[in-house]
């Protein structure tokens, strides 16, 4: 079955700090990839997607680029604010009529003013 | 945008009382899901929808029942609230069209049974 790993938080950064959240997946066939944020509070929005090989999602300064090699989907910002602090989930969709999500546990980022 | 909401927000409850968790989405969304997040923040499907009528079990076994009477609204029944009912539930929503779609979520209700 499909599966997600990220890296176990949490991460605390200072601000401006170079930020990497690891995660890689086990699929069948050719999944699409997420990484959704959730601020405290609230629930999940969106933050980037890829659909197939090498895309390289990007939004809001942050970035992950599909690695069918690696089957991976590392996220990563060159420059984290206070205001990034949340928990990070990245997730596959796979080949199934009902676009269900296999999420990873969840890295919870803390920056440091 | 994403246009789906959830309330209560809040909702602190005594044990063996039926409780109602309302979800509503005004984009026409065929697809809609119901997750329960633990404080451990792991997200659990445990039901899903493809559409009026349609209501399936997800992957975590839960107590809660649903229905999907209408597009818009996917409402989930819990009949006698228990302690170990207490987390925080998401709903969210997909349209129906190609296996990429964004899944939409609203914003939690989060639950205390005392």
């Known amino acids: 079955g499909n599966s997600v790993t990220q890296m176990e938080g949490p991460v605390t950064l200072s601000e401006e700090a170079f930020l990497t959240i690891n995660c890689t997946y086990t699929a069948t066939g050719y999944p699409s990839l997420f990484w959704y944020v959730q601020y405290p509070g609230e629930g999940l929005q969106l933050l980037l997607k890829?659909?197939?090989?090498?895309d390289k999602g990007s939004n809001k300064g942050f970035e992950a680029t599909y690695r069918k090699e690696t089957t991976s989907f590392h996220l990563e910002k060159g420059s984290v604010q206070v205001s990034d602090s949340a928990v990070y989930f990245c997730?596959?969709?796979?080949?199934?009529?009902?676009?269900?999500?296999?999420f990873g546990g969840g890295t919870r980022l803390m920056v440091k003013p | 945008e994403a246009d789906i909401y959830q309330t209560p927000r809040y909702l602190v409850i005594g044990t063996g009382k039926k409780i109602t968790l309302e979800c509503s989405q005004t984009?026409?969304?065929?697809?809609m899901y119901w997750y329960q997040q633990d404080p451990g923040m792991e997200l659990h499907l445990i039901h899903y929808s493809y559409g009026v009528n349609s209501t399936e079990k997800g992957d975590l076994s839960s107590e809660s029942t649903v229905s999907r009477i209408r597009t818009e609204h996917f409402p989930l029944t819990l009949e006698s609230a228990r302690p170990s009912h207490t987390s925080q539930y998401l709903c969210?929503?997909?349209?129906?069209?190609?296996?990429?779609?964004?899944?939409?979520f609203g914003p939690g209700t989060r639950l205390t049974v005392l």
């Open positions: 969210a929503s997909s349209d129906a069209a190609g296996r990429t779609d964004t899944q939409y």
């Open positions: 997730a596959l969709s796979g080949n199934n009529a009902g676009n269900m999500l296999t």
């Open positions: 984009m026409g969304h065929d697809k």
């Open positions: 890829a659909t197939k090989a090498d």
